[in-house]
C-alpha cells in the first residue's frame, strides 16, 4: 500500500489566508525555519492504478496536480481517483468534492447521515449527479468493514475498518437536523489494511482516548494522528477569543492529558501528526515544541510525505 500525504495542515492551510500570527507573519517574510501546508488530504493505493481519497479537501485541485500518480492519462477526460472515504462532514474534509465534478465516475463512501448532510440537504453536491453511474454513493457504518472497489468493481485489495470517534457534528449542520442523524455517524476513524497486510490508522480529528482505541491503534503498522492545537487554549492565546482544542473536538498535543502523553505508550506504529493548524508551533522546526515532538518518537507530517506498507 502507497499512501501519499498531499496536505498535513489543518482547516486554512498554513500560511491562513486572514491569519498574521507569528507563525504566519514568520513564513510570508522568509525567516520561518519550515514549510507551508495546504489542508490535510490523504491517498492511498494498492496497485499504484486505481487511488482513493481520505476526505476530499478545499485544495484538493492543486494537490492532484502537484502528485504524478493523480494525473490523467493521455487518452482523453479520465483519473485513476476511484473513490472517496469520508471520516466526517467538515468543510475541510467535503468541500474538494465539489472539485471532482466533472462527470468523473467514482464511489463516496460514507456514513448513511453524511449522506443526507451532503446530498439531501445541499443543492450544490447534487453536481455530483448529474448523469446516471456519475457518482455511487455507499453507505458505511461504525464498527463494520468494508472494501475499497474500483469504479468498475473490482476489489482493490484495501479493507477499511471505520469506528466511531466523536458524536459531534459541524457548526454548520443545524441543531434540528442534527437531532435526526446517528451520533455515531458524526466522525471516524479508520484503520486501513491492504492485502499485503500493512496497517494504516487515519485520525484526523480526535477528541479523546481511552483503553479501547488505544488497543486498536497497537495494531497498526503507521498512525496518522490529530496534531491541530499544541495547547488547549491556543487559539485564545493567539486571537484573544475562541474556543478551546477541546470544545472544537480535538485533543492537544501536549499536557499531561495530551495527545504526547496518553499515546506514549504505543510501540508498534509509526506516529506521525497531521491536520496542524497555523498557529500550532510545532511548524517551527526550530522550537522546543517541535523538538519535543520529535523526542517522543512523533513525526510532523509534510505535504508530499508518502509511506509504502
Known amino acids: 500500500m502507497r499512501i501519499e500525504v498531499l496536505g498535513s495542515a489543518a482547516g486554512g492551510g498554513f500560511p491562513q489566508w486572514n491569519c498574521a500570527c507569528r507563525n504566519c507573519r514568520a513564513l510570508r ?75 468523473q465516475p467514482l464511489r463516496i463512501y460514507c456514513t448513511p447521515s453524511l449522506r443526507r448532510i451532503l446530498s439531501e440537504h445541499n443543492s450544490m453536491f447534487a453536481m455530483l449527479n448529474r448523469t446516471a453511474n456519475q457518482t455511487q454513493w455507499t453507505e458505511i457504518k461504525p464498527g463494520k468493514a468494508f472494501r475499497l472497489l474500483t469504479v468498475h468493481g473490482e476489489d482493490s485489495g484495501l479493507h477499511c475498518e471505520p469506528f466511531t470517534l466523536s458524536c459531534r457534528y459541524p457548526a454548520y449542520v443545524r441543531p434540528e437536523q442534527a437531532a435526526r442523524l446517528s451520533p455515531e455517524d458524526a466522525s471516524l476513524g479508520l484503520i486501513v489494511e491492504s492485502s499485503s497486510g500493512g496497517r494504516m490508522a487515519y485520525l484526523p480529528a480526535v477528541p479523546a482516548v481511552d483503553a479501547g482505541l488505544l488497543a486498536r491503534l497497537e495494531t497498526a503498522d503507521l498512525l496518522l494522528f490529530d496534531g491541530t492545537l499544541w495547547s488547549d487554549d491556543e487559539l485564545i492565546r493567539v486571537q484573544g477569543d475562541g474556543a478551546t482544542a477541546r470544545e472544537m473536538g480535538h485533543l492537544p498535543v501536549s499536557s499531561e ?51 509504502d506498507l
Do not use: C, M
Not at 485541485?61 to 504524478?68: F, G, H, L, S
Not at 500518480?69 to 462532514?89: A, I, K, Q
Open 257 to 307: 492529558e495530551g495527545s504526547l502523553r496518553q499515546l506514549a505508550g504505543l510501540r508498534r506504529p509509526r506516529k506521525v501528526l497531521v491536520h496542524i493548524n497555523n498557529t500550532n508551533p510545532i511548524l517551527d522546526e526550530s522550537s522546543p515544541e517541535y523538538h519535543q515532538v520529535r523526542a517522543a518518537g512523533w513525526e510532523v507530517a509534510e505535504d508530499g510525505w508518502h509511506f
Open 29 to 103: 517574510a522568509g525567516t520561518f525555519h519550515g514549510k507551508a501546508r495546504t489542508q490535510t488530504q490523504v491517498a492511498l493505493t494498492n496497485d499504484r492504478r486505481s487511488w482513493f481519497l481520505l476526505n476530499a479537501s478545499p485544495d484538493l485541485r492543486i494537490q492532484i496536480e502537484a502528485t504524478a500518480g493523480l494525473h490523467p492519462s493521455n487518452d482523453g477526460r479520465n483519473s485513476p481517483l476511484s473513490g472517496v472515504v469520508l471520516t466526517g462532514s467538515d468543510i475541510d474534509q467535503t468541500a474538494g468534492l465539489l472539485s471532482l465534478r466533472e462527470l
